[in-house]
Every structure is written in structure tokens, then in C-alpha cells.
């Protein structure tokens, strides 16, 4: 395989600033339609603001910080841009996250060599449709994941060839955090000194599948330079439709939002497995009277979350003028993505947030003192096995 990765940084907070210039200098944050933060400039990152937070919560971590609503037109139009600029070699390519895709080399090019001129030429085209400032980091493997790590630890117009036999050292000393696995294997990793992902990369695979699932062991093939997924031609295809009946028909929201659920759960958890989520999808809805009506929900983020879909959609369907009873539906999912990966800073995070533990914890040594003790490392250049540790009472 031979798989090139485009990566635009900070592709949002460039787009909004030609609104305002100021937007990747000061404490900036986009929010979506949920009043959630969906991307915040270095300066609000250094104060705690992250990617999914509140916009409240995020005001009290940094009382500066100016937020706006996320304007989603013009952020798609220059999405389409980019991925019209990649499709222009009629090769196969994969939309990602917002300003990345992966695209298959693999039919022209799959050495360095013959990859660096054809880098060069995309780099180039990129520019000239979205502007200098909207400027691609490339990174190029042949793996998804070892790809889209070359392009994220590359400076914007430079680009980052890794190939096969530079792949474990590559990978080795980079955060783990660049695994798109949830938050809380992520904090269970951290707790066990897995910090990059060569630590990862030599557990036992029995005990990483035993505690985190098939998505956990998927997670390490990556992070041993091992991923055979083909790029799926995202751009142009999309899953079949998902059809299900209404048997009686029903104008009850919960009914008809408990039963696309129950359709879509199985695709979800397959999604999550490998690591996917959903970033667009539509429900076409018929009503007994004959007409038809159709909603199409996105994600600023590709999500596996059923709660998140739940909300979504019945919030949609609350706002749609329902003209009878709904006999029948059928939902596409038009776009999957890999899940968001975790951001560098997410480890100063967790030590910084309050456990259901910590609650118990605080209320016991008020009454009873230090009666429960944590582990601290002494010698963290051990092995896991061997490593030297001490307690501490906690209070």
C-alpha cells in the first residue's frame, strides 16, 4: 500500500480568521450548534480550553476568550475545495477530519522517490485553490495511521516520507494520544506510565485485548506501524441505506428515535471497533398519507456515541413538521471518518479533573485522615515490570 496524507492545522480557526484576524493569536475557540467548543487557538489551549467542552466551562478556564459560532457553509465549501483538489488524479480518496484525507498512491507511486515529486505537485495545488495560508502538512506511508502521524508532526508546506522500514521508529517516541482511543482507556494508559507509543506497542496483546477490547488491539497494530486499511473512496460512495418499518405507525418521537437506534447500533459498534465513527448521515421518513420528508445530520466530529445520536436526532425530528403518522424510514450514513484522536495536552488534563475517587477520598480524610495511600514511581526509567515505587497517604 502507499497512502498519502494531507493535513491542513488549525484548518478551521484560519477559515474564521478572515473574519477575525486575531483568531489563532489571542484566546479564540469556535463553538458548534451544541454550545460545544469544536476548535480553539494555541493560546485557549494553554489555558485549558479543549475540544468538546462547554462553552461555559470553557469561559471559566479562560475568562478571555472570545467565542463564536462555527460557521459551518463557509468551513464546508472550503472542505469541498480541498477535497476536489485531491480528487484531481482521479485516485482514490478518504475525507477525514476537517482540512485531511488520505490519498492511494498505491496505483503510481509507492517508494519515496516516486512519491516526492507527486507530494510536491499536491502540495501546490492545495495552495493555489485555498491560499497560502490554508497550506497542507504531508505525511506519506504505507499505512493510514503512520501516514496521518507524518503529516501531524510535520510543519505546514513540508511534507514527512516515512516508509516501511522507519516505521517503528517513527512511531516509537510519539504521543499516544494520537491513537483515536476513548478518554477512558486513554487515562487507564496513562495511570499504567503508557505515555508514546512504543510503550504501547510492546504490552502483551492478550492483556491489551482483555482490558480494552477489539478497538484496543487494533489501536497497538497501529501503533506498531501495522495497518493494511485500504482507503475507501469516501468522496465519491457511501454505505447502502438502512431501512426499517414502523409496525403501527406512530407519531411518538420516542418510538421512532428508540427504533433508528436500535437499527443503527450494530453498524455503530462495528464502526467503534475499528476505531470509526459517523460524521454525516440522512433519514428519509415516509408518513402514512403518502408524503416524504428528509433530514441529513453532521457532525463537526465523527462520533460512535449513541447518546450523541439520540440527542441529534431527536432534536431534529422535533423541529421537522411531521404531516401524519410515520410508517416507514431509512437511514444512510453518507460519511465515516476515524474517531478524533486525543490532543497532546490531554495528560495534564486528567490529573486536573475530580474522580467519583477523589470525591470519596477528600470526604474520608476529613473524618478519618490519611487512611488511603497512592502509588508514587521512584525510577520511571525501569521497565513496567520492574519499576520502583512508594506510597503517600492521600488527603
Request: hydrophobic share 40%.
Amino acid at each position: 500500500m502507499s497512502v498519502l496524507c494531507c493535513h491542513i492545522p488549525d484548518f478551521l480557526l484560519h477559515i474564521a480568521g478572515r473574519s477575525y484576524s486575531d483568531a489563532t493569536t489571542r484566546p479564540f475557540a469556535l463553538i458548534d450548534p451544541e454550545e460545544r467548543i469544536c476548535a480553539a487557538s494555541a493560546p485557549a489551549r494553554e489555558s485549558g480550553v479543549r475540544r468538546d467542552m462547554p462553552a461555559r466551562q470553557a469561559q471559566m478556564r479562560c475568562p478571555d476568550i472570545m467565542l463564536q459560532p462555527l460557521d459551518i457553509q463557509s468551513s464546508q465549501e472550503e472542505q469541498d475545495a480541498l477535497l476536489g483538489a485531491l480528487t484531481q488524479w482521479q485516485l482514490p480518496v478518504e475525507a477525514q477530519t476537517w482540512g485531511a484525507a488520505y490519498v492511494d498512491l498505491n496505483q503510481v507511486a509507492d517508494v519515496a522517490g516516486e512519491v516526492q515529486p507527486l507530494a510536491v505537485e499536491l502540495g501546490r495545488r492545495v495552495r493555489q485553490e485555498l491560499g497560502e495560508v490554508l497550506q497542507p502538512a504531508l505525511g506519506w506511508d504505507s499505512g493510514k495511521f503512520t501516514a496521518r502521524a507524518a503529516a501531524a508532526y510535520t510543519a505546514p508546506g513540508r511534507m514527512r516520507l516515512v516508509g516501511k522500514t522507519e516505521e517503528s521508529r517513527f512511531l516509537s517516541p510519539l504521543s499516544i494520544t494520537l491513537l483515536p482511543l476513548p478518554l477512558p482507556d486513554q487515562q487507564q494508559l496513562y495511570w499504567l506510565g503508557v505515555r508514546t507509543l512504543g510503550q504501547f506497542a510492546v504490552l502483551p496483546p492478550a492483556a491489551v485485548w482483555q482490558r480494552f477490547g477489539s478497538a484496543g488491539r487494533l489501536a497497538q497494530s497501529w501503533a506498531r506501524g501495522h495497518d493494511d486499511r485500504p482507503v475507501y473512496n469516501t468522496v465519491q460512495t457511501s454505505l447502502p441505506p438502512i431501512e426499517f418499518d414502523l409496525d403501527p405507525p406512530t407519531s411518538l418521537l420516542p418510538i421512532v428515535v428508540d427504533t433508528a437506534l436500535s437499527v443503527l447500533q450494530p453498524h455503530l459498534q462495528a464502526m467503534r471497533d475499528r476505531l470509526e465513527g459517523c460524521r454525516r448521515l440522512h433519514m428519509d421518513m415516509r408518513f402514512v398519507d403518502g408524503s416524504t420528508k428528509r433530514i441529513t445530520v453532521s457532525f463537526i466530529e465523527a462520533t460512535g456515541r449513541p447518546e450523541r445520536l439520540q440527542q441529534t436526532l431527536t432534536h431534529r425530528l422535533q423541529a421537522l413538521e411531521w404531516p401524519a403518522e410515520m410508517d416507514r424510514a431509512a437511514i444512510a450514513i453518507l460519511e465515516t471518518a476515524e474517531l478524533p484522536a486525543g490532543q497532546l495536552s490531554l495528560f495534564p488534563e486528567l490529573l486536573e479533573q475530580t474522580s467519583p475517587l477523589q470525591d470519596v477520598v477528600q470526604k474520608l480524610s476529613t473524618r478519618y485522615g490519611g487512611i488511603l495511600s497512592q502509588g508514587e514511581i521512584v525510577q520511571s526509567h525501569h521497565l513496567l515490570a520492574d519499576r520502583r515505587i512508594r506510597f503517600h497517604a492521600l488527603s
